[in-house]
């Protein structure tokens, strides 16, 4: 169990393994130059030498003395100082919590440089967020399939040190908050990790009743029957091709009154992508099994807005299935029907995603959504226009857009808009169906969009797609964290909070 408390007086009186400070390129930070002055100028020597430098995710451990009570001082570098902001910052101090955890360094003490409040973050309590999850986030474990489990000890204990005494309160929700988000992200995590022989769709529908078990939550994993009987022919035909049946989880947070607006967050559960008939090649195919990230951050974002009490309605819908080539499969041309009605065209199995998610927007239509925001891994497309650093964002609404954008300032996600000018509308024609589920190669994202659209029914809507961010397998990208990322969990969650507030 992890902990993170306030440290109340300088940073360099409170004990742990290593007191962490901060560095920008050239400069130290002001926790670090204090600490300085107790090293003798020593972290000023080793920026003079270029031992350090401050560059973005340079960690450098040096020996402690001169009454500094931490055993270790850690420099973090944060690069330059104009471009940090709150997704910057959470992938720094993991990638500083995960070469202290190699280090045994577990007890850690953070520094924090309240001057980035406002700057970087939006505010102090965003902040210290940030350093905190960030710095738990570290924790996540890649390897738990291992017979020998890994030997890098978790991080068991945070103190953050130098904010004001007078910040009273707000501090001690900031950290409280801070471990939840950081366990909500490892959730994510930890799903979309997991093998999809492990993790199909019945699991996940299992694992959600057990982690809703005793919250304020309802949840409802409806089974091949009820999703018969609810017409949900989209999700019933991409899950043809499979022996593991299809589930579609619906959970509740009813923090207001039942004629308040309801916010539902729709996330893509494909649980293993193979591309069904419309089949993937070989090489990478293991990566499919993150195909659920989407829905795995809903999931884990409607457990914390429970937690949090959050003050407004807020709908999950998770259509879940694997994706395979079964002798039952559909196959292309094939037509199904939508919950809604609307018949679909498939004419590419492998864009199965939007197909599916056309029965979780119609559903949560159906239960009284009054605003959609759905989340999927949905297009190779986003990840090649957008690599793993931006998610993209399509959308039919401006104020629910800035909604978004301002909860990924709190939550530390990143998401650049794409247009939906209206040519794009073509790609959704069918000669035989109300739409069809493919319409090209180019603007491949936009497409993705522009079909999941079709089943919003004009109720302000926005579209995350994360098939890029979800997940970084790209070595050389060094700055974000690699593996899964467990976005945009921490978004959602603030979002539901504006909402409340809107
Ligand atoms: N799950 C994939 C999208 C994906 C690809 C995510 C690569 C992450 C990395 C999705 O179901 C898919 O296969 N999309 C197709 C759509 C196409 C057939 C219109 C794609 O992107 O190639
Ligand atoms: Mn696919
Ligand atoms: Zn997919």
């Not at 409040?117 to 399939?145: F, I, K, Q, S």
């Not at 009054?370 to 793993?388: C, F, P």
Request: hydrophobic letters at 45%; glycine letters at 12%.
């Amino acid at each position: 169990m992890t902990v993170a408390m306030r440290g109340d007086g300088a940073p360099a009186t409170i004990g742990g393994d290593a007191l962490l400070v901060t560095a920008f390129t050239g400069e130290l930070g002001p926790a670090a130059i204090e600490v300085d002055g107790r090293l003798d100028g020593e972290l000023t020597a080793m920026l003079s030498s270029r031992e350090l430098t401050g560059s973005f995710g340079e960690v450098t451990v040096v020996n402690s003395a001169g009454g500094i009570a931490a055993r270790r001082v850690v420099v973090l570098g944060l690069g330059d100082r104009n471009l940090l902001d709150s997704f910057r910052l959470h992938n720094a101090y993991t990638l500083a919590g995960g070469v202290l955890r190699r280090r045994r360094l577990t007890r850690l003490v953070l520094a924090a440089d309240v001057s980035l409040a406002e700057t970087a973050v939006p505010d102090t309590a965003a902040l210290l967020r940030a350093m905190v999850t960030g710095a738990l986030v570290a924790n996540h474990e890649a390897g738990v399939n291992k017979s020998e489990p890994d030997t890098a000890p978790l991080i068991d204990e945070v103190v953050v040190a130098g904010v004001d005494g007078d910040a009273g309160d707000s501090v001690d929700i900031a950290l409280a908050e801070a471990v939840l988000l950081a366990e909500s992200t490892m959730r994510v995590q930890r799903w979309a990790n997991a093998p999809a022989n492990t993790l199909t769709p019945t699991q996940l529908g299992a694992d959600v009743v057990e982690l809703c078990a005793g919250t304020t939550l309802t949840v409802e994993v409806m089974d091949r029957a009820a999703l018969e009987s609810a017409g949900a022919g989209a999700l019933l035909g991409i899950a043809r091709g499979s022996d593991e049946p299809p589930v579609m989880i619906v959970v509740r947070h009813q923090g207001a009154g039942t004629d308040a607006p309801t916010l539902a967050l729709v996330g893509k559960g494909i649980t293993f992508d193979t591309g069904g008939i419309s089949i993937k090649p070989a090489l990478g195919m293991e990566s499919m099994k993150f195909d659920m990230g989407g829905g795995a951050a809903v999931l884990s974002a409607l457990h914390a807005i429970a937690a949090l009490q959050v003050p407004c309605n807020v709908l999950g819908i998770v259509p879940a299935t694997e994706n395979m080539p079964g002798g039952r499969a559909l196959k292309p041309g094939d037509v199904v029907s939508a919950i809604d009605g609307t018949t679909i065209e498939v004419v590419n199995t492998d864009a199965e995603g939007r197909v599916v998610l056309a029965d979780g927007l119609a559903l949560a239509r159906q239960l009284r959504a009054t605003h959609i925001v759905d989340v999927a891994t949905l297009t190779g497309a986003a990840l090649i226009a957008l690599g793993h650093v931006n998610a993209a964002l399509m959308s039919s609404d401006r104020a629910l857009t800035q909604l978004v954008l301002r909860a990924a300032q709190q939550g530390g996600d990143r998401f650049a808009e794409l247009p939906m000018s209206p040519e794009y509308d073509v790609c959704l024609r069918s000669e035989v169906a109300d739409v069809r589920n493919w319409g090209g190669r180019e603007a491949g994202a936009i497409n993705g969009a522009v079909f999941v659209r079709a089943f919003s029914g004009g109720l302000p809507w926005v579209h995350l797609d994360i098939a890029g961010t979800a997940w970084n397998d790209q070595a050389s990208l060094k700055d974000i964290p690699k593996g899964p990322s467990g976005a945009p969990v921490r978004t959602l969650v603030w979002l539901a909070r504006l909402f409340a507030r809107d």
